[in-house]
């Protein structure tokens, strides 16, 4: 039986990118979620705050430098595998 699980191990490797990439995306999801709505919470529903001084939302900032690791991580776990 330990045999059988050693028998390709570049095929565990190529298995174990894909699903840390999941990971990745799921947490890269859930966490951009919770910033968009702390963001709304804060910034937009208080009367005091100026959409001006501010004009874009400190979120794309997060989700563009997180969503750069984000294509890297994927480039990593799918785009090895492909012959070429």
Request: no cysteine; charged share 20%; proline share 9%.
């Given at each position: 039986?330990?045999?059988?699980?050693?028998?390709?191990?570049?095929?565990?490797?190529?298995?174990?990118?894909?699903?840390?990439?999941?990971?990745?995306?799921?947490?890269?999801?859930?966490?951009?979620?919770?910033?968009?709505?702390?963001?709304?919470?804060?910034?937009?529903?208080?009367?005091g705050s100026d959409?001006?001084?501010?004009?874009?939302?400190?979120?794309?900032?997060?989700?563009?430098?997180?969503?750069?690791?984000?294509?890297?991580?994927?480039?990593?776990?799918?785009?090895?595998?492909?012959?070429?």
């Open positions: 039986m330990m045999a059988e699980k050693n028998k390709n191990p570049e095929l565990q490797k190529r298995l174990r990118r894909k699903t840390v990439f999941k990971y990745h995306a799921l947490i890269y999801f859930v966490m951009n979620l919770l910033f968009w709505t702390m963001w709304y919470i804060t910034f937009k529903n208080n009367p959409p001006e001084k501010f004009p874009v939302p400190w979120p794309v900032w997060v989700m563009l430098g997180w969503g750069v690791a984000l294509y890297i991580n994927y480039t990593s776990a799918y785009k090895k595998d492909k012959p070429g």
